[in-house]
């Protein structure tokens, strides 16, 4: 009998659905929490697995740490004997961090910045426009072209003039340069809340967008507590907090020192913290008050806010918390700047951060 015999199709079952991939999402998020501490990761997982079953008979913790081997999510370290992370472990955290923070939101246009101003660019649109002095020859919309010399000069005497051309426009595309500051101050751990495992998340996750859908943009991220330094990306998920004042100032000025050198038109800095300024460095020396809003110290900031707005580069603040007095300060760090901000809860901040860096491409500072 000749022809087909169709059956169910049964695909296989993914990483993810896999028993695996259930206790691999929970680990991703134990090291972050953990700052990359493997053992310790390993540890809570096995305590939240004698509470609340998440494994089974067939698959226990000890099959999920020989997977984690033979995929290369860990690495033995040859002096210790001990597990570490491996690259690919940073690369899964971002990329969750980026799925479950700008996950439900829409996929727009070709992965680039627009803005509404015509200019050169890569992406086409359907308007037209006359030749003139500057064009280049890509730009000519051929067909449009070829008509109009048709029209003007017949078949008979075809000939393709200056004034036949037509130019096909394209959008220009911003290009950006963000530097983001994260609060590594004692506060960010402070009564019992950790604000700093979700601004890390944030920070992956911004950084694997500008990596995969803005790949001309820059991401540059520093941290600052008494003092200010910048971390390269596979530095984040071992980020933790010390004991430490709020030297804004110190974060800003290494802002600016960055975004100095980056040749983007377009600048900008994002600043994810809890609490006021109550550090300054005088010298070798630091000037340092916890106690209310210092005037000598947030003077220093808001001067510091002025000069930025003159270089043209906003800053957005992102405040976890509400405190009266914390959002009279971040008013006036604001109006000095003339930049943005919110006061924003744990749960909503990875929105924020991505909406107002959707709308900054936008804009031609």
């Known amino acids: 009998m000749k022809g087909f015999r169709f059956s169910k199709y049964q695909p296989p079952v993914s990483d993810d659905a896999s028993d695996f991939g259930r206790l691999l999402k929970i680990f991703m998020e134990l090291l972050l929490i953990t700052s990359g501490n493997t053992d310790e990761a390993l540890q809570w997982l096995t305590d939240?697995?004698?509470?609340?079953?998440?494994?089974?008979?067939?698959?226990?913790?000890?099959?999920?740490?020989?997977?984690?081997?033979?995929?290369?999510?860990?690495?033995?370290n040859p002096e210790t004997g001990s597990l570490q992370m491996s690259p690919k472990s940073e690369q899964r955290i971002r990329k969750s961090a980026l799925e479950e923070i700008?996950?439900?939101?829409?996929?727009?246009?070709?992965?680039?910045?627009?803005?509404?101003?015509?200019?050169r660019g890569d992406e086409i649109t359907a308007d037209t426009r006359s030749f003139e002095f500057g064009?280049?020859?890509e730009q000519i919309a051929v067909t449009e072209s070829l008509r109009n010399a048709q029209i003007n000069h017949g078949l008979d005497d075809f000939r393709l003039l200056e004034n036949d051309l037509e130019i096909r426009e394209s959008e220009f595309k911003t290009q950006t340069s963000t530097v983001l500051m994260i609060d590594i101050s004692h506060s960010m751990i402070l009564y019992g809340e950790d604000r700093i495992t979700p601004a890390k998340k944030v920070a992956m996750a911004l950084a694997e967008l500008i990596t995969k859908k803005y790949p001309k943009d820059t991401l540059d991220i520093i941290v600052f507590g008494d003092d200010a330094r910048q971390i390269d990306l596979k530095d984040l998920p071992y980020l933790q907090v010390g004991p430490f004042h709020t030297n804004t100032v110190a974060g800003l000025e290494l802002s600016m020192d960055i975004l100095r050198k980056r040749k983007n038109p377009n600048k900008q800095i994002f600043m994810v913290t809890d609490g006021k300024p109550t550090c300054i460095k005088e010298g070798i020396r630091y000037y340092k008050n916890s106690f209310g809003i210092d005037a000598k110290i947030l003077n220093r900031t808001l001067d510091l806010a002025t000069r930025l707005r003159k270089l043209r580069i906003p800053v957005t603040t992102f405040m976890l918390a509400t405190d009266p007095w914390l959002k009279s300060f971040v008013r006036d760090f604001t109006a000095a700047n003339g930049g943005n901000a919110y006061y924003s809860g744990l749960k909503g901040l990875g929105q924020l951060v991505f909406e107002d860096f959707r709308n900054n491409r936008k804009k031609k500072w």
Do not use: A, C, N, V
């Open 102 to 119: 700008f996950g439900k939101l829409k996929k727009s246009g070709s992965g680039e910045h627009k803005t509404f101003h015509p200019g």
């Open 135 to 137: 064009d280049m020859p």
């Open 48 to 76: 939240i697995d004698r509470q609340y079953k998440i494994t089974t008979p067939q698959y226990g913790i000890g099959d999920f740490i020989d997977d984690l081997k033979k995929k290369g999510y860990l690495k033995e």
